[in-house]
């Protein structure tokens, strides 16, 4: 069974540029996750989908970010435009609905803003 | 509010020796509580996991942790370490179940000395 994965592995965007980060979770899996870990720091969630619909988004950062998942499969995570604080590794993660709903990670998505 | 406190960022140990990471936690609800593990280059991957059942937890790779609630702690252990066993190490903590964003620590980095 395929693990959850995530697209591209890097990325080196210039201030103001748009990036736009993808996540394929787990067959199956209702839950999807993203979350963002900035040098130096914790990993922080930044939101959660159920299927297409976003359940909690209490972690986004700011209106540049953007985050959808249509037909409840995989997930992109658009910034636009990027700034330097935005550097940092984006974690996307699945979980099924049922059980105790541990979630399995991607390799995340390495953002350079310059 | 939930919050997770691991204990010292680098933790460094002779090949053979006792591994103990440190993590306690706070929440106001009964805690769902997990130890992830980054290798290099790679994703979060799950070691254990607390769901209240039993207090002590066996996970992979010979790892395990206990869970008291009286010090409110959730410490890993593992009797002998293992140069493969050099990574980075995060305890989180989700409320009810795993189907809730984690709260993780800040990592605790293992390093594994011949």
């Known amino acids: 069974e395929a693990g959850v994965t995530q697209f591209p592995s890097h990325s080196v965007i210039e201030k103001g540029q748009t990036v736009t980060l993808r996540c394929d979770p787990i067959?199956?899996?209702?839950?999807l996750y993203w979350y963002r870990r900035v040098m130096g720091k914790e990993i922080k969630f930044l939101l959660h989908f159920v299927k297409e619909s976003k359940q909690d988004e209490s972690g986004m950062p700011n209106n540049r970010f953007l985050a959808e998942r249509t037909g409840g499969t995989y997930s992109t995570l658009k910034v636009q435009p990027a700034e330097l604080e935005d550097s940092g590794v984006y974690f996307c993660?699945?979980?099924?609905?049922?059980?105790?709903?541990?979630?399995?990670f991607g390799p995340g998505t390495r953002l350079t803003v310059t | 509010a939930q919050s997770v406190t691991q204990l010292g960022s680098h933790v460094s140990v002779s090949e053979g020796a006792l591994v103990l990471l440190r993590c306690n936690y706070s929440?106001?609800?009964?805690?769902?509580l997990f130890w992830y593990v980054q290798y290099p280059n790679q994703g979060l991957q799950l070691l254990l996991k607390y769901t209240s059942a039993a207090t002590l937890v066996k996970g992979i790779n010979g790892f395990e942790a206990e869970f008291k609630k009286s010090e409110t702690s959730f410490h890993l252990t593992k009797p002998s370490a293992h140069m493969s066993d050099a990574a980075e190490y995060f305890c989180a903590v989700a409320s009810y179940s795993g189907n809730t964003p984690l709260v993780f620590g800040k990592g605790t980095r293992l390093s594994v000395i011949a």
């Open positions: 067959s199956g899996h209702d839950n």
């Open positions: 993660a699945s979980s099924q609905s049922s059980g105790v709903g541990e979630q399995y």
């Open positions: 929440s106001s609800v009964p805690p769902y």
